[in-house]
């Protein structure tokens, strides 16, 4: 097998490649590297290849980048599937390797440092798992509805959730749960996701009401629809037994909340619910951050203006609160934008997903658009207060090679695949 | 092909959309309705104030106040704000000519274009007055106010320690500190720095176009409320701390005393020492600099970190490892030839076989070469590597041979020696108890630092055991948060009742017609003790005491280390004694000694 396209064959090498994917990648990845610049911006320094600085780094990872995608699109696709477990398995190891050789940064035992750079594995184990699933659910036998293909999916996102979550690293752990968007297109039951959506809102609405009044509301809502059902035995029991079964969440909820969670991680979430207000910890950078977005007003200060953002007191500024920065100099406008963006980008792959005509592609592209979206939500809902803080950045703009690089690995291994969607049959 | 579920592409699309739409109003309230996040039109700046708790204060063991805090004004810097000022006019106020401008403008642009660092640390009242009414006319320069340390005596400085500015390396490891930020540097501001430190909060001010501060950012919504930091209290008694500063003037070496019940350290005097109010503020840096090169090092802490042989004081453990692997009874005698004894020679004249008790009396050297002699080559061990293994470990377990203390700042470990390296040295079995003699009488490469003087005697004053020496008594906890260290009782691995002779041995020291310290006895305070000379390649020997007392439920625990004075019973045995009925009866009755030790020197 041989995995470069020859060279006669260059002419059409960029010919079907998806034109506002790529658009869409260079405005973030330059959007992301103006905001670094801003972030990190003095006036004394000002070369913007300052290798010292963010910024004069990111343009290295930028290029590095580039080239990775370029790459990428003279492999052959057939490369992807047919590497797609090795890939997986290797990250794996790596993930492994990690844990005993790693580098400790900020609490987290998640990175290799090779010389001046370091490599984050759990990084690269999105686009590696993303691969894997691809394999693995386009299998003919393959089916989401028996336990049986529900258990290898789940083996396939839980092995690295759980070598991330072993390294202390909690937001990329989480990262993995995005590919259950992929599966409910596989034919995931829906009715799980609405389970997800109501254990959610029981376990916020005990936490801000507690649990006596939770029990009584959940008891007179049972009440009433007893009252307004059929009422046959099947039906009473069906009522009863979710009754109970909520209130025994309910208590739960209250135990783990009070007994389980350490003092920091209870903080966080109640900060988040507004129950508390005395902003010391997770408040702090929380409301640092509102304070840099709400200052931006329509138009923001300008590029450069911001002065908010440049006082460090929102922490990782140029990696997940980049979002501030973008907020405080751009204004409403500019954040409207960046969010447009991401979202035409998330609605194109979804598209481009259903146009493919292998079930591999189709999987694949899936799990990209999965990826993106969580992060997307997560880190922008995170500065805006609307979800918890969970260090994880936002896909292209936020600084920090290991996550670019593998944004551009899972993107153009896409984009590659979609240019070829119409040579197979 | 599976193609069932294409419809869902719109739930996720749906899904997407609607994430956005809740993202764009949010951001919506956030940077347009809502007013609070604005700066008001007048295009204010924000200035965080640094909150700087009150540092702990530090009181000794009765609730006596040591160290306290002192207002001092800090003048801050922004760089970005600093323009078109009179430099001048400014330099004239503060005092300081236009190379310092210079320099401290640009230390300060090093460190951030924005964020606000200290431009001329603790500027006087006066100046802050007079500055106070002009900072409109010198915009991106604001004044901090800041704590200093201040002494009620001039006593305690090794123990105490000092505060300096962050350093770089500091700043990097650790988050919660900022360039110009105080730290615990040495001593107890060190070791309990979380503690003392408390937390810094942040307040946030608006400040207009002509450097004024208008007001709270938002009500004071988003400051922090600094914590007050945790007072101490110490195990030290500042009136015996200062009496043993004062004795030991004009002198080179330490004190140490030491509560044997509790392993409080009841004072740590080090000598020649230093008013701690000379490591504060703007003159630290240079007298921390004179200090350094003075040829009497009053910087060092002799009392943690000087090392000796302990001579003389070391024979009863020598004689507790011998009784513990039943190589000498208490009753066992041993003949002495004074000065003609080999291979030591013993300098004392005294009745001659002595047993235990006696010999401990009289520090004869014969009988303890012969005690030593007897266990390092008795038949009850393989050979000599192993017997003397026995010894060092019995020895760590007097905590010798590492730092002894709970929380003693820059302790040093002193030195037991190991069979392996005398098989180094001499080669594996080419060594005896002759080739390693001068260990039976607590010379050659044995090395104890005061402290671990001092933890001997707390040891036979307990008969065998002892809890780390410590300085820390109790905190005044403000916040549950900070962990405080526990101080264990640990056990030697001799029998209590191995220590009965060796406690009446040290009795006699003072009791006896023939003891070393006779002279110095007081009669209505029972001690023990034992007096000891350490041999110094380098001059004149060092005099060394260690005593306890009252002989029975012991309150207090001693060494005295004076270095180049000769014979431990001239100069240690008297300051030790002095200590002791200081500490007894609160005041000297033997006024002459006293005077005798004020005012000798010894350097
Ligand atoms: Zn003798």
Redesign the interface.
């Known amino acids: 097998m041989r995995f470069f396209i020859d060279m006669r064959e260059r002419d059409s090498l960029f010919a079907g490649i998806d034109k506002i994917t790529v658009l869409i990648y260079l405005a973030l990845v330059l959007i992301g590297w103006i905001s670094i610049y801003a972030a990190v911006y ?3 320094h000002s070369s913007i290849f300052d290798i010292s600085q963010n910024y004069g780094k990111q343009l290295i990872w930028i290029a590095i980048a580039l080239f990775l995608a370029v790459i990428v699109v003279l492999v052959d696709i057939r490369f992807f599937p047919a590497f797609s477990y090795l890939i997986y398995i290797v990250v794996i190891l790596l993930l492994i390797a990690v844990l005993f050789k790693g580098t400790v940064v900020a609490g987290s035992k998640s990175w290799f440092q090779i010389g001046g750079f370091a490599l984050q594995p759990a990084e690269l184990a999105k686009y590696a798992t993303c691969l894997a699933l691809a394999r693995a659910l386009s299998n003919d036998f393959f089916d989401m509805r028996t336990i049986k293909g529900k258990a290898i999916a789940f083996a396939i996102i839980g092995l690295p959730a759980i070598l991330v979550l072993l390294q202390n690293d909690t937001g990329s752990a989480l990262v993995f749960s995005s590919y259950l ?1 992929a599966f ?4 995931l039951s ?1 009715y799980l996701f609405i389970a997800g959506f109501a254990v959610i809102l029981l376990s916020v609405l005990t936490l801000l009401l507690g649990p006596a009044l939770m029990i009584i509301s959940v008891a007179v809502i049972a009440v009433v629809s007893i009252l307004f059902i059929k009422r046959n035995r099947t039906n009473i029991v069906k009522v009863i037994s979710i009754f109970l079964v909520a209130a025994a969440f309910i208590f739960t909820v209250e135990y783990s909340f009070e007994n389980i969670l350490q003092a920091h991680q209870k903080s966080r979430i109640n900060v988040l619910l507004g129950k508390e ?1 005395d ?2 910890g997770a408040g ?1 950078n929380l ?2 951050s ?2 840099a ?6 138009k923001g200060k300008g590029f450069l203006q911001g ?2 953002t ?4 929102v922490p990782e500024q140029s990696t997940d609160f980049i979002f501030c920065t973008i ?1 405080e100099e751009w ?2 406008i500019g ?2 934008i960046v ?2 963006l ?2 035409i980008l ?2 194109r792959l ?2 481009m997903a ?1 146009r493919q005509r292998s ?1 591999f592609a189709r999987i694949y592209g899936y799990g990209v ?1 999965s990826v993106v ?1 969580f992060h ?2 997560i880190n ?2 995170m500065t ?3 979800v918890p803080v969970i260090g994880i950045p936002l896909p292209f703009i936020s600084y920090g090679g290991s996550s670019l690089m593998a944004f551009t690995l899972l993107l153009f291994t896409f984009v590659k695949q979609d240019a070829h969607r119409l040579d197979l049959l | ?2 193609k ?3 419809d ?2 719109y ?3 749906g899904f ?2 609607a ?2 739409i ?3 109003l ?3 309230h ?3 309705i ?1 007013k ?4 008001s039109a007048d295009n204010n ?2 200035r ?1 104030m640094t909150q700087y708790p009150a540092r702990g204060l530090i009181y000794d063991r009765n609730g006596k106040l040591m160290v306290y805090n002192e207002a001092a004004y800090d003048l801050m810097v922004v760089p ?1 704000l600093v323009k078109n000022i009179d430099t001048v006019e400014f330099c004239n106020i503060i005092g300081i000519d236009r190379e310092t401008f210079i320099s401290n403008i640009s230390r300060a ?1 090093k460190y ?4 606000p660092s200290v431009f001329e640390a603790q500027i006087s009242r006066e100046t802050y007055g007079f500055l106070e009414e002009k900072l409109f006319k010198y915009p991106g320069f604001f004044v901090q106010i800041r704590t200093l340390r201040k002494y009620t005596e001039p006593i305690a400085a090794h123990i105490l320690g000092y505060i300096g500015e962050v350093s770089n390396r500091v700043i990097e490891s650790n988050p919660y500190y900022k360039m110009g930020d105080y730290i615990g540097i040495s001593g107890i501001e060190k070791t309990y720095e979380e503690i003392l430190r408390g937390k810094k909060g ?1 307040k946030i001010m608006m400040v207009d176009v002509h450097n004024r501060e208008v007001g709270n950012y938002m009500e004071g ?2 400051d ?1 409320l600094s914590e007050m930091g945790s007072d101490i209290y110490l195990t030290i008694d500042a009136e015996l701390q200062a009496y043993g500063e004062y004795l030991m003037k004009n002198k080179r070496g330490s004190i140490v005393a030491i509560e044997p019940a509790t392993g409080e350290i009841l004072a740590l005097v080090s000598s020649p020492t230093y008013d701690p109010g000379l490591m504060v503020g703007r003159t630290r840096t240079k007298n921390y600099f004179l200090m350094s090169k003075d040829s009497l090092k009053p910087l060092f802490n002799r009392a943690l970190m000087a090392t000796y042989p302990p001579g003389s004081t070391f024979k009863m453990a020598n004689a507790l490892v011998a009784l513990k692997y039943e190589t000498l009874t208490p009753q066992s005698r041993y003949g002495c030839s004074g000065k003609q004894s080999q291979p030591i020679r013993c300098t004392h004249s005294h009745e001659t076989p002595l047993a235990l008790r006696g010999a401990i009396e009289h520090s004869c050297n014969s009988y303890f070469w012969a005690t030593f002699r007897d266990l390092i080559g008795s038949s009850k061990f393989k050979n000599t590597a192993e017997a003397f293994q026995q010894w060092t470990e019995t020895m760590h377990s007097f905590g010798l041979g590492k730092p002894v203390g709970g929380d003693l700042f820059g302790e040093q470990s002193g030195k037991i020696p190991q069979s392996g390296e005398y098989n180094r040295i001499y080669g594996v079995n080419r060594w005896r108890a002759l080739t390693i003699r001068s260990l039976s009488i607590g010379q050659g490469e044995i090395l104890l630092t005061p402290v671990q003087l001092a933890n001997m005697a707390t040891i036979y004053a307990n008969r065998g055991s002892y809890y780390p020496p410590h300085l820390l008594r109790s905190v005044t906890q403000r916040s549950d948060s900070i962990a405080l260290p526990e101080f264990k009782k640990k056990y030697t691995s001799v029998n209590q009742n191995h220590f009965h002779d060796i406690v009446d041995g040290m009795h006699q020291v003072f009791s006896g017609s023939h003891g070393t310290a006779r002279w110095y006895r007081i009669d209505t305070i029972p001690m023990c003790g034992k007096t000891g000379t350490s041999e110094n390649p380098h001059g004149k020997d060092h005099s060394l005491f260690i005593a306890f007392a009252p002989m029975d439920n012991p309150k207090i625990a001693i060494a005295v280390v004076v270095e180049n004075s000769g014979f431990g019973a001239t100069w240690a045995v008297p300051i030790a004694t002095l200590m002791m009925e200081k500490y007894f009866n609160g005041e000297i009755v033997r006024k002459h000694i006293e005077e005798r030790m004020v005012n000798a020197i010894l350097y």
């Open positions: 003095q006036e004394d968007i409910y297109r596989e034919g829906g207000i902003l010391k702090y409301n640092q509102k304070i977005i709400g200052s931006g007003g329509l002065t908010q440049k006082y460090s007191f907020g204004g409403f954040s409207v969010i447009a991401y979202i998330i609605i979804i598209n259903e079930d658009a979206t997307f939500i922008i809902g805006i207060g609307l | 092909m599976r069932p579920y294409t869902r592409k739930i996720i699309i997407v959309i994430v956005g809740i993202f764009i949010k951001l919506f956030i940077q347009i809502d609070s996040y604005k700066l700046v924000l965080y970005r642009k951030s274009f924005f964020k942040v919504k988003f922090t």
